[in-house]
């Protein structure tokens, strides 16, 4: 694919690329955001270096992309930045955000299109790097057989497990977010079809015994943890990753206590996940 306006240098054939020669502190014209999601879009994760955002520009930049994603433990004020999720862990921490491979916010109805982390604080060492894997790929290296079992199906996705459970934390008005979706999703832009189960927020698939959704949820996630389907992220200060959680997994390597990491996430609403035949 031609660009003009940026320079695209792929991490992996598979998944992720860097992107140069532009500044995301700037309003974007209307060819270097086509540009830009056109790079999503075939790479799935984008990065970008040497970026120096405030919070009003980091949001910004994702609204360019669709409304802002308010996330379901959000507990901060309207006066500070309710869209930016803290993304930290230091030497207090019990568990630190994304250490499951995991989609966004997968427990919700409608899902987050996408995810912006601006990374700006990081421990010595080379520590903190996040892995990101290519689930229209995992979807299409299993063999036809399992493809078509998968495609009829649906999986329960529950934040109380994540939430509630490993971090403790006490549920607004209604619970955390649990949803049905299915196990083969079809991506609203590409039309291709993904993998859509992940371990953090996937509990089970719908209409079979437990052993059975026991047994195929772990091979799938087996299968997506494949290292071809992957590309690993490794941060600077002033990175920023853009990934599409319609089609990538990403995993964060907690490797660095008791060292902090700290960045701030905005996250791009998304659309109730289809299948189409």
């Not at 695209?8 to 060819?31: C, M, S, W």
């Not at 229209?136 to 299993?142: G, N």
């Not at 036809?144 to 996705?157: D, F, K, N, R, Y």
Request: aromatic content about 10%; overall charge neutral.
């Amino acid at each position: 694919m031609g660009y003009q306006t940026i320079e695209v240098r792929k991490l992996t054939p598979t998944i992720g690329a860097e992107i140069f020669g532009v500044d995301l502190a700037r309003p974007l014209g209307n060819q270097a955001f086509q540009e830009i999601h056109d790079a999503l879009m075939d790479n799935l994760v984008i990065f970008f270096r040497d970026q120096v955002l405030t919070h009003e520009q980091h949001k910004v930049f994702g609204r360019r992309f669709g409304e802002l994603h308010l996330h379901p433990t959000s507990t901060r004020g309207d006066g500070e930045h309710p869209e930016i999720l803290v993304i930290k862990a230091d030497e207090h921490s019990k568990h630190v955000a994304g250490e499951e491979w995991h989609s966004d916010v997968s427990c919700d109805p409608e899902p987050p299109m996408g995810s912006i982390l601006y990374i700006k604080e990081l421990p010595p060492d080379g520590g903190g790097n996040t892995l990101f894997a290519n689930m229209y790929r995992a979807y299409e290296t299993l063999s036809p057989p399992i493809q078509l079992m998968c495609e009829g199906l649906t999986a329960v996705h529950d934040g109380a497990q994540v939430y509630g459970g490993r971090f403790g934390q006490t549920p607004k008005a209604g619970g955390f977010p649990r949803n049905e979706h299915p196990v083969v999703r079809t991506h609203p832009v590409t039309g291709r079809k993904a993998l859509y189960v992940n371990p953090n927020f996937t509990t089970h698939i719908v209409g079979l015994k437990r052993a059975e959704s026991d047994a195929l949820l772990k091979m799938l996630y087996r299968h997506s943890e494949t290292p071809e389907f992957h590309c690993r992220f490794a941060w600077q200060l002033n990175s920023l990753a853009f990934w599409d959680n319609r089609a990538a997994m990403h995993h964060a390597m907690w490797d660095y206590f008791p060292h902090k990491r700290l960045g701030y996430r905005v996250t791009v609403k998304g659309d109730k996940p289809f299948y189409r035949a």
